[in-house]
């Protein structure tokens, strides 16, 4: 098993340890972009109250529910939309990595990681209460966004998206499940990756030069109004 893979059973097992449950909600579609490039498969996820990339879902407390129940009450705070999670619908466990020094004294968090199929219609509507209904639109959730599956010629797509920021292991969970499911060839995911981290190092060059000149302000001399009377 990988470093920080768990069972359920062991990851239920741990004593002290904190949960945390989210699901990637997807589907197939025959949709085309610019009526020429497949889309082929619908996946969200959601921009965070922090900037950060992550799947619908938050913490549970054990003493009070079930992993799945606590799942469903947070995906119908965050998507205005009530879900039956079954434990089939399990995909992983695994310790999260740590955030921060501080972290190493804190009870250890454990993810797990929910899969599940819908129809087209049904992310639609998803989406739609996303916006209209769900209570921390706006607040925790700034907004659901779909995975760009595909690779456009100039390099977009996958590549690009794979480049932004992602909490905790959302990352790794998104590949993984991308390949497991065969949502995506191995050879397209390993391309992307390898276009990502190009783009990830122009966009260091490009924070870089914009820094500059703020920095520039900020190093000015500081002057006190003049006083007059």
Wanted: net charge negative; charged share 20%; glycine share 8%.
């Amino acid at each position: 098993m990988a470093s920080g893979q768990l069972s359920r059973a062991e990851a239920l097992a741990c004593s002290g340890c904190r949960h945390a449950c989210h699901v990637m909600l997807y589907c197939d579609t025959n949709t085309l972009l610019f009526g020429s490039i497949p889309i082929r498969h619908i996946v969200l996820m959601q921009m965070r109250f922090d900037g950060l990339l992550g799947f619908p879902g938050g913490f549970v407390n054990l003493s009070e529910e079930s992993l799945e129940a606590g799942l469903g009450r947070e995906l119908l705070e965050e998507l205005g939309v009530a879900f039956q999670i079954l434990e089939e619908d399990h995909m992983d466990s695994c310790f999260a990595p740590a955030s921060s020094p501080a972290s190493s004294t804190s009870p250890r968090l454990i993810t797990h990681f929910y899969t599940k199929k819908m129809e087209e219609g049904q992310i639609r509507a998803v989406e739609t209460a996303a916006v209209t209904t769900a209570t921390d639109h706006g607040q925790e959730v700034l907004g659901m966004v779909r995975v760009p599956l595909h690779s456009t010629k100039g390099g977009g797509g996958l590549a690009s998206f794979l480049s932004h920021s992602f909490v905790g292991n959302a990352r790794f969970q998104l590949l993984h499940t991308l390949l497991r499911l065969h949502l995506v060839a191995p050879e397209e995911l390993r391309e992307a990756l390898a276009r990502s981290l190009k783009i990830q190092a122009r966009a260091a060059e490009e924070l870089r030069a914009a820094l500059a000149p703020v920095e520039g302000k900020t190093n000015l001399p500081h002057h006190s109004p003049a006083h007059t009377g």
